[in-house]
T-cell receptor, first 114, second 111 residues
Framework: KAGVTQTPRYLIKTRGQQVTLSCSPI?????VSWYQQTPGQGLQFLFE???????NKGNFPGRFSGRQFSNSRSEMNVSTLELGDSALYLC?????????????FGPGTRLTVL | TQLLEQSPQFLSIQEGENLTVYCNSS?????LQWYRQEPGEGPVLLVT?????EVKKLKRLTFQFGDARKDSSLHITAAQPGDTGLYLC???????????FGKGTKLSVKP
């Protein structure tokens, strides 16, 4: 069974630009969560989507947004990029919503903001 | 806000040595998960512990959950280079239904 895939794997942008990252969950999984990983803060929860609806949201500014499509694929968007947005963005899929369901992580998208 | 502290931050050892890493929480865990993240990959779940005092073994890895469910340890026996990676602990009980992670212990096992 194919794992979680994320595209692109690497991305370089400049301040002020916007970016869209994509996540394809494991077949049959309906929940997708997004995390930001930085050396200073570790992994921090961004948001979770289940059946095309945002179920939960972490403590990030409104520049960070996401959506989920009917095939469970998810995208996250960051507008007006700042240097501090440089990070590894991970998505995780699970069968159902909620952290008690085992989450399977993708390899991440490494975003560098110059 | 729950805080998870992991120690040590970095650990560099020779192949064959034993090691223990720790995870402490500012509040009681709902249940605790340990992950390993290898360079260029996402975290992979190793184990979930739920009951205070629980001990689980996964080949050369032994996971202990404190009686008060506020701390946990991961012991690796006879470490191998393939054990190299970032070891993360996480609480399953985030208020938004999310995982709350510690910052991890970066382990390097040299041949």
């Amino acid at each position: 069974k194919a794992g979680v895939t994320q595209t692109p794997r690497y991305l370089i942008k400049t301040r002020g630009q916007q970016v869209t990252l994509s996540c394809s969950p494991i077949s049959g999984h309906r929940s997708v969560s997004w995390y930001q990983q930085t050396p200073g803060q570790g992994l921090q929860f961004l948001f979770e989507y289940f059946s095309e609806t945002q179920r939960n949201k972490g403590n990030f500014p409104g520049r960070f947004s996401g959506r989920q499509f009917s095939n469970s694929r998810s995208e996250m968007n960051v507008s007006t990029l700042e240097l501090g947005d440089s990070a590894l963005y991970l998505c995780a899929s699970s069968l159902m919503s909620g952290s008690s369901n085992e989450q399977f992580f993708g390899p991440g998208t490494r975003l560098t903001v110059l | 806000t729950q805080l998870l502290e992991q120690s040590p931050q970095f650990l560099s050892i020779q192949e064959g040595e034993n090691l223990t890493v720790y995870c402490n929480s500012s509040s009681v865990f709902s249940s605790l998960q340990w992950y390993r993240q290898e360079p260029g990959e996402g975290p992979v779940l190793l184990v979930t512990v739920v009951t205070g005092g629980e001990v689980k073994k996964l080949k050369r890895l032994t996971f202990q959950f404190g009686d008060a469910r506020k701390d946990s340890s991961l012991h690796i026996t006879a470490a191998q280079p393939g054990d190299t990676g970032l070891y993360l602990c996480a609480d399953v009980g985030g208020s938004q239904g999310n995982l709350i992670f510690g910052k991890g212990t970066k382990l390097s096992v040299k041949p």
